[in-house]
């Protein structure tokens, strides 16, 4: 190696904005029972945060705060104790993280989230979530609603799939006016759609300006920074204007050539969601090499807004339907997430595709030799398979990763002196 | 044939891959297809109206050697997708014509678009399985996704399912599972007489051939049980849960009766006995299987059922079977069994009903600690 690669100093606004726009979430999370308003808790992927939102329901995020107590480093005796209470050491660690929480009373009333007021399973993808929030129903007594929302099994959506969800939300609506004693209108909902689709715009503006040389952020490791306002605040109008502000960044980066590191050696693809409990220390082992992340699919998981898709106010259920059904990553097929991933790959020019298999994911994980197969034999594109967990610091072995990822670099610079050479 | 030829035939059907069987019957019924389900729940009944002959792929059991499986899905991945996935690689598969696929689980979900894309000249449906049990939509929305695979096979294999024989084939299953929920009614009768690893056998086959093929064999073996001697021993009586995809092998529910139980509930092979009543009847039969989907489906851990609680099917089956315990038997790294493992051990010791938990793998071979652990429970409840 070179001269050793480092971050710049150069988290700024956006990182931020998303810090106080996040604890301020919180913070009305915590108010909500003083204030009697009533909290309905969703699952990230493929979200219709926007119907809860027009509903006067407050959105809580059970993974949002499971991935929180995993970067303050306070997941392992969450995960313990529900291990303890009979979950399985193979199961979900995030759900265990979460359940814990809840057993230890850390949820409960006079703490600072209280118990959902109603459990709204979005079942997008991950089956998981069905079991997930049949036991936070369970333990928290509140009233579970599941809003089943068919895989991706064709090309697009079919009507009845969409006909399907439409009717279940508004079902779902009903049970929100039951649960907050107030009366939906549309036009507000069409409003706050409104918002999200100048979320959408703005973050998939950020996105297309990190096919940049140097990319302005790293699409994976700082994408989570973005994550936050489009998952959980996405139909506000502080999460519109947080990615204005973003664009107006990132523009500046660009303008300037500055990346997040010293130098852009590398640009990769990451496949999976991160190692919360380190993800420091993880990310450290990238930017020794100077690798910056392009593009992820983790921060698809909400949904996929580069391709183009965007809330549509003058279809509101319609739109949200559709948006659970297919424009997320996780609702989709895992062979339909290679090509996301191959898209990624060719138009943000990436040399590597890095895939981060998480032990107790499997809808994330399942198969991922099989992608790798693919990338590597039928692509030839470069990939590193390494793996952790989202959640439980057991699992993250960083001298084993280390040594995985440094060969991995080393063939890859070895093979661009080689082509440089030619 | 005597009781013991239908069981030695039985035995011979489950220990063929797949493959061998499928190419056996379209030998003897020229022109014909076989498609092959992965658990837990398969719509038969569809497959079959269409003139194929439906049957259960259930893994490779202990008959083969991951070779090539073990690349493309991770250790923390169950056996049965590995060794279903392994069972095309080897060619085993070869004969059966068509896959359908659900989304009873997350491994089950993504094996299914590896198993289209490594084979991209067999058929690959993937089915929705609703997870929302009360919406008034539900019924036809899989009335739909019923009508959709019966599009897809009519599509693919130039067959037709019309209503008349749709119906024909509810009527037919519904003789088929009225049968098969009869031999569970005996074996809760009478446990001496029919041990679990030869009801087992027998479901299995029963996945393997037309439903009119075991209906015939399940007579006679009724003819026979009757008469057929046996004593009452002083045993635990347990209910078998958590082995709904991946088959434990015969071993371990061997073994599980000579560490002195008698099992009495199972929930081994539930998609081929997966309603609890008649489905046939007057109307559209795609409305009819859809609303039983939704109405008269067993309770299984890879179904969201939201008007009763997790445990409540379970305790109802020890209840009614008359049951002293339950073992928990969930295949190693299932994630549907282990989480509703929970919820369900919870409910048993509201109940009172003790209970054990044993992992499997498909490919286990040596029994001992479970065998240990098996008869100090037996002990401890019967001599307690
Ligand atoms: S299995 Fe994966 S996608 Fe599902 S809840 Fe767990 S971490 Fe999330
Ligand atoms: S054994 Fe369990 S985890 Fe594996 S495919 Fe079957 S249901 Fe899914």
Redesign the pocket.
């Known amino acids: 190696m070179t001269a050793p690669v480092t971050e710049r100093r150069y988290q700024g606004r956006v990182h931020e904005r998303s810090r106080q726009l996040m604890s301020a979430w919180m913070a009305e999370l915590g108010r909500a029972e003083t204030e009697r308003r009533p909290t309905g808790a969703l699952m990230i992927s493929g979200n219709c945060v926007e119907l809860l939102r027009a509903c006067h329901v407050l959105p809580m995020f059970p993974e949002v705060t499971a991935l929180q107590n995993a970067i303050r480093h306070k997941s392992l005796p969450l995960i313990l104790k529900a291990e303890q209470a009979g979950y399985s050491s193979d199961n979900c660690a995030y759900v265990k993280a979460d359940i814990g929480l809840f057993l230890d009373g850390g949820m409960g009333p006079g703490k600072p989230i209280p118990f959902p007021t109603i459990t709204v399973c979005n079942y997008v993808g991950c089956n998981v979530y069905v079991k997930w929030f049949e036991h936070l129903a369970d333990l928290s007594g509140s009233k579970l609603f599941m809003l089943d929302v068919p895989f991706a099994r064709t090309a697009e959506p079919t009507a009845a799939d969409i006909r399907y969800v439409v009717s279940q939300l508004e079902e779902l609506i009903a049970l929100c006016e039951e649960v907050s004693g107030r009366r939906f209108d549309i036009d507000e909902l069409r409003e706050i759609l409104g918002e999200a689709a100048r979320a959408e715009e703005g973050y998939a503006r950020c996105k297309e300006l990190c096919k940049a040389r140097p990319a302005p952020f790293d699409a994976y490791f700082d994408a989570i920074n973005m994550m936050g306002p489009i998952n959980v605040l996405r139909g506000t109008r502080e999460a519109a204007e947080f990615f204005d502000e973003a664009v107006a960044e990132f523009e500046g980066l660009v303008a300037q050539g500055l990346s997040p590191l010293t130098e852009e050696r590398f640009r990769t693809v990451v496949e999976g969601p991160p190692p919360y409990p380190y993800y420091k220390n993880f990310r450290n082992l990238f930017t020794r090499w100077g690798a910056v992340a392009v593009a992820s699919t983790y921060s698809t998981v909400g949904g996929i807004w580069e391709w183009g898709f965007r809330h549509d106010p003058r279809r509101p259920l319609e739109s949200i339907a559709e948006q659970m059904l297919r424009e997320n990553l996780t609702n989709r097929t895992i062979v339909a997430r290679y090509g996301q991933i191959k898209r990624y790959v060719e138009e943000w020019d990436a040399d590597a595709l890095v895939i981060h298999s998480i032990k107790s994911c499997r809808l994330f994980s399942a198969g991922q030799g099989d992608m790798r197969e693919y990338f590597t034999r039928e692509l030839g594109v470069p990939t590193l398979l390494v793996e952790s967990d989202l959640e439980d610091p057991r699992y993250y072995a960083e001298a084993q990763l280390r040594n995985r990822i440094d060969a991995f670099f080393e063939a890859l610079e070895h093979k661009k002196l080689v082509a440089g050479a030619r | 044939m005597t009781l013991e030829q239908i069981l030695d035939r039985c035995r011979e059907l489950g220990a063929e891959p797949p493959g061998a069987v499928a190419r056996r019957w379209k030998a003897e019924h020229p022109g014909s297809r076989a498609i092959a389900a992965y658990?837990?729940w398969a719509p038969a009944e569809v497959i079959h109206a269409a003139g194929m002959l439906p049957l259960a792929l259930l893994g490779g059991g202990t008959s083969v050697e991951l070779t090539h499986a073990d690349a493309r899905f991770q250790s923390f991945v169950?056996s049965?997708?590995k060794s279903s996935l392994e069972l095309g690689f080897q060619g085993l598969l070869q004969g059966v014509d068509g896959f359908v696929f659900s989304n009873?689980?997350d491994?089950?979900r993504n094996?299914a678009s590896i198993y289209r894309r490594n084979f991209p000249d067999v058929f690959v449906e993937y089915l929705h399985l609703p997870q929302n049990s009360t919406s008034p939509a539900v019924a036809a929305y899989t009335a739909d996704e019923l009508r959709r695979l019966a599009a897809a096979l009519e599509r693919a294999f130039d067959v037709v399912v019309t209503p008349t024989a749709l119906t024909k084939s509810l009527e037919t299953y519904d003789e088929l599972r009225a049968r098969l929920r009869a031999l569970y009614t005996f074996r809760i009768e009478e446990p001496q007489k029919l041990s679990t690893t030869e009801l087992y056998v027998v479901l299995r086959a029963a996945t393997l051939v037309p439903p009119e093929e075991s209906i015939a064999w399940l007579d006679t073996l009724f003819a026979e049980l009757v008469g057929r001697p046996g004593r009452p021993r002083d045993r635990l009586r347990v209910v078998v849960e958590g082995a709904?995809?991946?088959q434990p092998p015969l071993g371990l529910l061997e073994m599980l009766e000579e560490a002195g139980c008698y099992v009495v509930e199972d929930d081994l092979l539930l998609g081929w006995r997966w309603f609890t009543g008649a489905v046939a009847g007057p109307g559209d039969p795609f409305e009819r299987l859809g609303a039983a989907y939704v109405d008269r489906s067993v309770p299984s851990s890879?179904r969201h059922e939201g008007r009763v609680h997790r445990a409540a099917g379970l305790i109802e089956k020890v209840r009614r079977a008359r049951a002293d315990a339950v073992v928990f038997m969930p295949?190693k790294?299932?994630?549907?069994?282990l989480f509703d493992y929970v919820l369900m051990k919870q409910g048993l010791e509201r109940a009172g009903i003790p209970h054990l938990l044993v992992e499997f793998e498909e490919k286990m071979w040596t029994f001992e600690r479970t065998r240990n652990e098996i008869e100090t429970f037996v002990e401890s409840m019967l001599f307690a």
């Open positions: 658990p837990v169950c049965i997708a009873i689980c491994v089950a094996l709904f995809c991946e890879t295949a790294f299932c994630e549907p069994a």
